[in-house]
Structures are given as C-alpha cells and as structure tokens.
C-alpha cells in the first residue's frame, strides 16, 4: 500500500484499503468516478456523475490475491476461456500489477498506467483513462527471441436494468462459436435479445456494439480497436447458481459484452513487435 501512496492527487487519486484488505485505487474526474484494484489490475467501478454505475460487480464477489474478482473488467491474459490443469482466462488476472504512474490529462482524465510483473518474453501495460468516457488499452510486447502467440480479452461486466428488455446490437451478419452448443452459426438478429444463458465467440468482427437498456433508459456503446473478437455472455439461472461468486438472480442486472482476440484470432508476435486493444466505454440516453 506504501508503495502506492505516493501516486495519490489530492481530488483525483486515492489509495485505500478495499475489499478483502487489497490495495485500492480510487479515481475522480470532473466526469466520473472509478475504482481500479492492482490485483488484477481490475478495474471494479466506473460511473459517469448524475449515473448508474456502467460496470456490474457481483455482490459475491472474492477478494484475496489468489482469486479473481467476479465482475468490472477482468483483463484476460495470455489465454482465453479453460485450459487443462490451469486456471481458466489466465494469470494476467490474478496477478499483482505495478502501476508506474497515476497523471491528470491536460483535458481533464486521469490516466493510470499499470505493467504485469516482468518475463523474459513478454511485457504487458494496461493504461486506464478516466474521463467522460472510459478507455481502456492493454499493450502486449514480444521482448524475448521468439514468435510468441497468446490471447487476450478485457472481459467488460457492465450493468444494466433488466436483461428481459436488453437488446444488443452491432453483430448482425457475423459468424460466432456458440459455446453452449459447441457449433457455428452466424448472427442473424439486428437485435440480440436475451431469454436464457447466452456464451458467444464471434468472430472477425471489429466493430462497436451497442447495449440498449430501457430499464435504465441508457444506451452503452463499446467500441474498440485492435480486436478481432467480440463476446457476449449472460449466465441465465442454472449458471448463476453454479457460480458461488455470483449471486442467483444477478444475471438480471448484468451483460457481459468483452472485446479481445480468441480462439482462431489469437496473436502471434515475432520478436520486437507490439500489440494494442484498445476499448473505448461510453454512454447516452437510450437511442
Ligand atoms: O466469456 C464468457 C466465459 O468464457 C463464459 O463461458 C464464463 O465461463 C465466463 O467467461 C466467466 O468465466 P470465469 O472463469 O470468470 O468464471
């Protein structure tokens, strides 16, 4: 915590105790309020002034250095979804993130600017920008002597209103995994409604989405760059009964829409280059 205080701006950047006694980092712009913890370098809160929260948090979620927190941004690195005797959507999210810097923008945002512990092969930063809107970039560079293939996917929970009502658009047209039924199909609907467990990879598909909430009478729009992949998730009942992290009935308040490169779309970096995902989290009133 120490080594964090010295980041703090009177007004803007503030180091507290959080949940689960981690380190965290709250944030004020004239627009927004966020709350960002090193531990995953998870972003768990950001609220435009006079708004509902766009983020959800799970009211069950852990908070202790060896698991990952259900809800707000997880950064899913360097593999997406299950792998065999490893915890699933990678380390990246469990790990204790240096943040090497904490400014005020000449406009106004507050940019943190975070790294993954060092390896030999790759170097990781997550820049968080606090502003009017969100924006979120996470940088990946091959610094070893290899071609090094990975994954990654910021893994937005946001919230919303009433998922009964909730449509998402912006895929229409586009192949996707079903991972439900472990089949290809491509998305026919202008827009996505939801009336059970939703769990889609869709592929190529580099443009904005938009959550349209009548609830909350809000539109979320996610735009992004530097990815080629766009989940959609909602856990419906049965699945949220099987999370103990994530309580029965939060499937109604909750969509995850997550932007990333996965499966067929995974990275490969040869030696010296570079890769951004970039996300950029907005809102206005429904329309
Ligand atoms: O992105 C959707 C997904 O892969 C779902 O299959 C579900 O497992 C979700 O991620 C949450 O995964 P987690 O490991 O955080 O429980």
């Not at 009177?10 to 709350?35: D, F, K, M, Y």
């Not at 790759?122 to 560079?141: D, N």
């Not at 996610?222 to 994530?246: E, H, L, Y």
């Not at 029965?248 to 995902?277: F, I, K, W």
């Amino acid at each position: 915590m120490h080594t964090l205080k010295h980041h703090e701006i009177p007004g803007r950047v503030q180091i507290i105790q959080g949940q689960g006694g981690l380190p965290a980092i709250q944030v004020e712009s004239a627009w927004s309020t966020a709350e960002i913890y090193p531990h995953g370098a998870h972003l768990t809160a950001f609220q435009k002034k006079g708004e509902a929260p766009l983020l959800f948090m799970s009211a069950a979620s852990e908070f202790h250095a060896d698991l990952p927190i259900r809800g707000g941004v997880p950064v899913i690195f360097p593999w997406f979804g299950a792998r065999e005797g490893l915890a699933p959507h990678g380390f990246a999210r469990v790990a204790a993130w240096n943040l090497l810097s904490a400014v005020v923008l000449p406009e106004g945002p507050v940019r943190l600017h975070f790294q993954l512990p060092s390896d030999d092969e790759f170097e990781v930063e997550y820049l968080v920008t606090v502003g009017p809107t969100l924006t979120l970039e996470l940088v990946v560079s091959n610094i070893g002597e290899a071609d090094f293939t990975f994954e990654n996917c910021l893994h937005t929970y946001f919230q919303i209103g009433a998922i009964d009502t909730l449509e998402v658009t912006g895929l229409q047209g586009t192949r996707y995994r079903d991972q439900l039924l472990a089949a290809d199909a491509t998305e026919t609907a202008a827009s996505i409604r939801f009336t059970g467990e939703v769990d889609r990879v869709y592929d190529d598909h580099s443009a904005a989405v938009e959550i349209h909430d009548p609830a909350l009478h809000r539109t979320i729009r996610v735009a992004k760059s530097g990815s080629c992949s766009t989940v959609v998730w909602n856990p419906w009942i049965a699945k949220s009964q099987r999370m103990p992290d994530f309580g029965d009935d939060e499937y109604l308040r909750m969509v995850c829409v997550e932007s990333g490169n996965v499966r067929d779309h995974a990275l490969t970096l040869a030696p010296g280059e570079r890769s951004q995902l970039k996300v950029e989290i907005s809102s206005r009133p429904l329309g």
